[in-house]
Structure formats: structure tokens, C-alpha cells
């Protein structure tokens, strides 16, 4: 049996109460993250899903994905999809959703309609609602006329003040109509999570809001409402943008007699500069991230540790971490500016913690398996394909890579195709390469499949020492042209120990075969 917790406008453990005076929540933690499939999932909307997921699961509570699809006509085919796609990608799933259903469902607002034209009846016939008539040309005047006169646009309320006849008769006549919300002074301040006290007079400055358009859709404005209360959401986290909105959606909360949920709005997060992250920048969409080899869990720390809402910042954490450090009343106002550039720093840490992580690692090959095959095509050698020498790649490459991708790039090209090297570039380097590669291929005979990197560098440098006067850096350039075809690149026993004993020699004996030249 679950146990019945109590909130007051915060943050709240299991069976402690702690008090920060709004309204209050019987019931367990629900939280919710609806975004509009309009688009595809950014990083701004990442990160208002993390911390309600983070809330939830600090809390014992429940992750709820609802799409609010109300405005049709700009619907984005395969968003809906894409961004629960991306969330479970992310790490950060819902307990309940479009796709996973739940007990409060649908979570299709477009699939809610009745439930929300039976809420602005309700609000008709107890006066806090009524109908407007007013045509779209009306309306564009309004607003013109308000910006010649240097005011902020608003409706002037003229249909609130319609006789029941008038209203009727224009319903007889079937006239185009919505329903408009009438805002009442006197709204009561609320303490926010995280803003603290707050209080917009909202009827002084705004004209009554439309809540039910002429197509028999809701705006966003009763639709949430309606949809946080039959969800039982206990707290409502989003973006600092909705604040000033709050105190509208508490007077419709009041017209309902319903008991609102506890509000935080999250500052907002902004490009290191200052500037808004823009969908227009076209690198801030989660499938753009996952496309270019970003883990997951990079982006969840990155978004993190530029923000606040934790009792430590570090570099590196996972998601069990985050909750662990979450702490609602740190989260400050101040806007989080990410700093994107440091993206490549916490891939590389968190590819890292993949490649020790056996089950992770596992996953990274057959990842790696695939772009293997599919950037080097027939050229590659088979045997590059084989689980255990992905590995060992990935074991003596880590904290060194940032992501996959840079290991079927032109750097890393010698560990699947055997490189192209011609009697010219050896004869530039030295007089004695076939005598260098004889005893390479002699140290190796003795080594067999025993190689290690300390070892080897240790060997190389007592091999120097046999030649008949080549340098060592000579030699280390002659060794690392036979093994990768390029002039720089991991050190040459790494290269070595991650070829193998087979391939090495097969590409020093290749080196047996140039003319010698004195």
C-alpha cells in the first residue's frame, strides 16, 4: 500500500512534510514534461524532461509524457514519435505515455477534445467563461490600432458585455464563435519553487484569453489545466517563459473549484553568450547529437552541471548520480548558459565509463561493427569485424577518443585497412628498412601474442640499438609508416599491441620486399 504524502508548494521526502505555503497536494509525486509535435525534441526540452524525471524518481513518483497536439495546423509529421523516441533514448523514459498508455489516459490532448469542451461549458454556465464572436478582422484592427498608439495589443472584452439574447440568437444563427476566459482582479499570490512569491495582475494588462478556438480545439491555456487535474499532477516544473502565465491558469483553477498543483519554473538555458538557444541553429536537436556519436549521458551532465538544483557540480555524472544530488532549493533564477564546445570533454569522460562497463562495451562494438563496415566497405580485412580485437581497440583507445565516429576517420584508418605505402616514403626515411623490419619481425616471433605497451617500448628501444645507424626517431617513423601509412597517431607500441602479432607482420613483411638502398 502506498503511503499518502503530503506537498506544500515544494519539495517533499517520503512521510516528511516540508512547507513553503501554496496550495496542497495530496498524493503521490506526479510531474509531467508536455511538449508541442510541432518539432523534434532540442535541448531546451531535454532538459525540462530531466528534471521532472530527476523529481520523480527523487521522490518516488511518476513521469508523465503528454503531447499537446491541439494546434493541428502546425503539427510536424513523425514529431510525436521522434521525441519519445528520444527521450528513451536519452535515458530519461516516461512512466506513462502515448506510447506506453497509463491510468489517466489518453495522453493525446487531440484525443481529450470532449473532456475539454465539457470544462469551458462548465465555465459558461457558471459565468467565468463566455462566447465571442468577434471576427479575425476585428481583431487585426484591434491590434493595429493598439500599436499605432504605442500600447501592447489586447481584446477589449467587447463580448463579455453581449446580452443572453444577443448570444443566443448568434448561436441560433450558427455564427463563428470561441470561448473566451473572463479574467477577474484580485488574483492571490502563489509561491513559486523557485521564483519565490509572485504575483501578475493579470486582468489589468491582458484582455480576456481565449481557451476553446472556433475549430473546437482548446489553447494551451485550458488544456493544461484541465489535463494537470484529471493527471493528478502534483507539481508543474517548465520553462520560466510561462511564469507571468501562472496567475491566468490559477484563476481558472479557482472558476473550477479545482486544487492547483505546485508551480516551479525553471530558468532559462541559454548559449554561453547569453543569446537563446535557437531551433534555427539546427545543432541543438537530440537526433543531431545522436547522429554525431553523442552519448546520452553526456548530454544529460552537460545540461546539468551549467545549471544548478544540486548539492555538488562535477563532471562525469551518470543518472543515478544526478538523483542522488538533486536538491530542489538549489535550483537559483539565474540562467543556465551552456557551453557547447565542451561537449566533446564529456562524451570523452562518458565514452570512457562505456568502454569499462562490460555490458556498455558490448554495445559500443556492435555500434562500432556497423560504421566499420559501412565507411570502409570492402576494403576493410575481416578479421577487424571480430569482437575481440574491437575490444581491445576500444580498451587502449579510451580517454583518448571523444566519440566512435573518430575511430573510422582517417586517423584511425590502419586498424581496418591495411595501409598503402610505397618504396619512395620508406627509402626517405632510412637505408635499412628491410634489416629494421627483420628485426621487428623477430622481436614478434619471440613476443607471440604476449604484447603490452610498456613492453614493447622497452623492446623498440633496444631494437634502435641494433640498427646500423638509424636514429631512433628514424626508426619510430619507419615502424609507424609500415603499420598505419600515416606520420602521426597513437604511440607506435600502442600500434602495435592493437594490430596484433599476425598483422604486424604481414605489413613488415611487405617491408622485406622494397629494394634495400645505400
Known sequence: MLTQRCFRCVTAVRNTLVTRGCSTVQGDVRVRFAPSPTGFLHLGGLRTALYNYIFAKKYGGSFVLRLEDTDQSRLVPGAAESI???LEWAGVPPDESPRRGGPVGPYLQSQRLELYRQTADQLIESKHAYYCFCSSQRLDLLNKEALRSGQTPRYDNRCRHLRAEQVQEKLDQRAPHVIRFRLEEGVEPFQDLICGRSHHEVAQVE?????????????YHLANIVD?????ISHVLRGSEWLISTSKHLLMYRALDWQPPTFGHLPLLLNKNGSKLSKRQGDIFLQSFQRDGVLP???LDITTSCGSGFNTIGVGRRIDELIAEFNPSKITTHSALLDLEKLPEFNRIHLQHHIEDEEQCATLITGLQAQIQQVCG????????QEGYIRRVLLLRKGHISSLKELVGPAYSYLWVRPSVSSQQVAA???EAQHIAALVLKLIAERGEELTVDRLSKDLKTLVKQTKGTKYGEVMKLLRLALSGLQQGPSVAEMMVCLGPEEIS??????????ETN
Open 84 to 86: 519519445e523516441d528520444m
Open 207 to 219: 484582455g480576456d484569453p481565449v481557451v476553446m478556438k472556433a475549430d473546437g480545439f482548446p489553447t
Open 228 to 232: 494537470d487535474h484529471y493527471m493528478r
Open 297 to 299: 549521458e553526456a548530454l
Open 378 to 385: 570492402e576494403e576493410m580485412q575481416e578479421e577487424v569485424l
Open 429 to 431: 626515411i632510412t637505408a
Open 506 to 515: 604481414h605489413r613488415f613483411q611487405k617491408l622485406l620486399q622494397f629494394p
